[in-house]
């Protein structure tokens, strides 16, 4: 099945410091979207990647997608306190109409002030 | 900057009862979806929505399950008969159009007694 899933499962790093999430998928994809969610909260919107594109930036956020791999990395440079928080990455593969996500199970973040 | 809400926020119900959880999608968006999230699981697909009817659903989706637009502007998910493992965190979700990002409402904490 078409399933995203995060590596590590929980990560701690003190602020300042870089931090790296990986995410891999079994099948083909149209893009791949990572959200963001404060403990028992809604999911934000971080950044989308599609499917021909391998790097995108967006403020201190850089995610690449290896399509070969079929592997995604979020990275988040310059870690602030109010980044911690469960990151997800999810897939969209639009098949005969079918248009959802599907999400991993997520990376526990934590940024030691 | 628009965004997608839901209401209520917390809805507690006993076994049985029926709930009707409410989404008010981004205006402009033409793509409806609900997700569930159990306590420390993922994110799950449950319904998609385009053009007044389901163009997919999942497993979990079955009979005690339904959704509406019927006002245009607000997109509910019924459960007919609840079940304490209908417990979760429900999500509405929205999307312009396929090559942009689903966004996410806050969340409805169902708790099932």
């Known amino acids: 099945s078409q399933q995203g899933e995060e590596d590590p499962q929980a990560l701690s790093i003190q602020e300042g410091e870089n931090a790296t999430m990986n995410c891999s998928y079994k099948?083909?994809?149209?893009?791949l979207q990572w959200y963001r969610q404060n403990s028992g909260r809604g999911l934000v919107h971080l950044i989308l990647i599609r499917s021909n594109e391998r790097e995108k930036h967006s403020g201190r956020l850089r995610v690449t997608l290896d399509t070969s791999k079929k592997s995604s990395s979020l990275l988040i440079t310059a870690s602030r306190a109010a980044d911690t928080a469960s990151y997800f990455c999810?897939?969209?593969?639009?098949?005969?109409?079918?248009?959802?996500?599907?999400f991993g199970q997520g990376t526990r973040l934590t940024i030691n002030p | 900057e628009p965004e997608v809400t839901q209401t209520p926020s917390h809805q507690v119900t006993q076994m049985g009862q029926e709930v009707i959880l409410r989404c008010v999608p981004i205006s402009n968006h033409l793509y409806f979806y609900w997700y569930r999230q159990i306590l420390g699981q993922k994110v799950e697909f449950l319904v998609s929505f385009y053009n007044n009817e389901i163009s997919e659903k999942s497993e979990i989706f079955d009979d005690q399950f339904s959704v509406e637009r019927p006002d245009g502007s607000n997109f509910t998910l019924k459960i007919r008969s609840t079940k304490l493992e209908d417990s979760a965190m429900y999500f509405c979700?929205?999307?312009?159009?396929?090559?942009?990002?689903?966004?996410f409402g806050p969340g409805t904490r169902l708790t099932v007694t």
């Open positions: 099948t083909s994809i149209n893009n």
């Open positions: 979700a929205s999307r312009r159009g396929f090559l942009i990002g689903q966004y």
């Open positions: 999810a897939t969209d593969a639009i098949i005969q109409g079918a248009q959802k996500l599907v």
